[in-house]
């Protein structure tokens, strides 16, 4: 089941916490030595005509800009959203007003206005992306009509054909838009899946603790069995040879060695991780995976099919926890029962789990597996699943996880022909040899007792 511990985890990203103030100030100084080697070079060796002063003003305008910041902040400080905004925004700013000095769309260099809604796209949301991206494309378009022209030592004017002119500017349009458009894509999925992988990871992280947890609690219980039923021998031999209040005193002891007993056996139901339960039957590990959603409402049904006697598979965290979200899913969308299926063939060793809700959307069953970190904003999707807290990442940790353990996995919807089973159908196969205990290979010899170290 998806934990709801991880929806602080993965709620609206705000990745401009990823970037530092130093990237930035490292990018506007390459910036500045570019410009002002751009600003000399033009000026000496190709001898053009340039508004000096007001470039190096601009230029200069940066370099103070990225000592004030170096000045406030660390660093290694992590800029909020709304400081790299403010960042790139001045850079735009920055760079329009230094084309618009050196002639517009007739300076190559105009195609770098690119560069801040690109960091923008990887960086900020969608909104403040589109801000951006439409500030240099209106920045842009004025100085393609308004600008400096830049003038040879011989007076003459250098500009490009209009036609040319006319194409450059159509390509840092459209440049910004599918830039901008593509890297904001890409990076939110890429954003998406390593939020997902890391909440599989913790999904079969807590698993395993339970399961360590639960070999402690195992190994608890089987060296305190010794000694507390020689508390209750000894308590008993003395019931019968003391009388009155001596005799209630022993009688206690034996009644509370019982109860130690007891608890000690309660605890370790989840002591999975002893050497001789590592390999369990199929049906066993189908019923503890779907346990927990036993009693929530809905009926689940469990059936073996296979041939010759009982199949003893590896009892693995990954798959105990794959198939619990499968079931849960289930038990999720069922309207009232859920059908869990194990079988086995000479080569291949399935689990079929099909329920009689309405199935997989049609629009998503090929691409269902994939993480959709969202909210639920459905009020249907709430009052179907009104004890679900998590984020949409259930299928995708469930198909990680059995994957990882050699599993295939298939999604389908049933149809009129698998009645009553007319819901979701997940079908889960490994090959034999995988995962079955007698091919996989043969038990480890428990060994001796170790005493537990604390």
């Known amino acids: 089941m998806t934990d709801p511990s991880y929806s602080s985890l993965f709620t609206q990203h705000r990745r401009a916490n990823w970037i530092r103030l130093r990237t930035l100030v490292v990018l506007r100084w390459i910036a500045i030595g570019g410009q002002l080697t751009a600003i000399v070079v033009a000026r000496r060796l190709f001898e053009l005509e340039l508004a000096l002063g007001l470039c190096f003003l601009a230029v200069g305008i940066s370099v103070v800009m990225n000592l004030v910041a170096l000045a406030i902040y660390p660093e290694n400080k992590r800029l909020t959203e709304g400081e790299v905004t403010g960042m790139l925004l001045f850079d735009i700013l920055q760079l329009s007003f230094l084309l618009f000095l050196t002639g517009g769309l007739n300076n190559p260099f105009a195609l770098l206005i690119l560069v801040p809604v690109t960091i923008s796209a990887t960086a900020l949301r969608w909104q403040t992306t589109a801000l951006l991206g439409g500030t240099a494309v209106t920045l842009v378009t004025a100085v393609t009509f308004w600008h400096v022209p830049l003038h040879t030592p011989e007076g003459a004017i250098m500009r490009m054909p209009e036609m040319f002119v006319i194409g450059f500017w159509l390509a840092i349009v459209i440049g910004a838009g ?80 019982d109860r130690c007993r007891d608890i000690l056996q309660s605890m370790g139901r989840i002591g999975k991780d002893d050497l001789h339960l590592r390999f369990a039957p199929l049906e066993a590990v189908l019923r503890e995976a779907a346990e927990p959603h036993a009693g929530r409402g809905k009926e689940v049904r469990h059936a073996i099919v296979g041939e010759g006697s009982a199949l003893t598979i590896q009892r693995r965290p990954e798959i105990i926890h794959g198939l619990r979200n499968l079931v849960q899913n289930a038990v999720d969308f069922a309207r009232s029962t859920v059908w869990i299926e194990g079988g086995w ?57 059995l994957e990882r353990s050699g599993a295939e996995l298939s999604f389908a919807n049933g149809s009129g022909a698998l009645a009553p089973q007319t819901g979701a159908i997940v079908v889960v196969s490994w090959r034999r040899n995988v995962i079955d205990a007698q091919v996989s290979g043969p038990r480890a010899a428990l060994g001796h007792n170790v005493p537990i170290e604390v």
């Open 178 to 257: 599918f830039l901008g458009a593509f890297a904001q894509r890409i990076t939110s999925e890429i954003a998406t899946m390593s939020d997902a992988l890391v909440a599989t990871q913790m999904a079969l992280a807590r698993e395993q603790k339970l399961t360590d947890l639960g070999g402690v609690v195992a190994a608890a219980a089987h060296e305190l069995g010794t000694p507390l039923a020689t508390i209750k021998l000894v308590s008993a031999e003395l019931m019968e040879d003391l009388e009155g209040d001596q005799r209630e005193d022993a009688r206690l002891i034996r009644e509370q060695a």
């Open 345 to 401: 063939t000479e080569d291949r060793i399935f689990v079929r789990i099909a329920d009689d809700g309405p199935g997989f959307p049609t629009s998503v069953l090929g691409r269902i597996g994939d993480p959709f970190v969202r909210r639920r904003r459905v009020e249907d999707d709430r009052r179907a699943r009104p004890e679900y807290e998590g984020m949409g990442l259930g299928l995708f940790i469930a198909k990680t996880l």
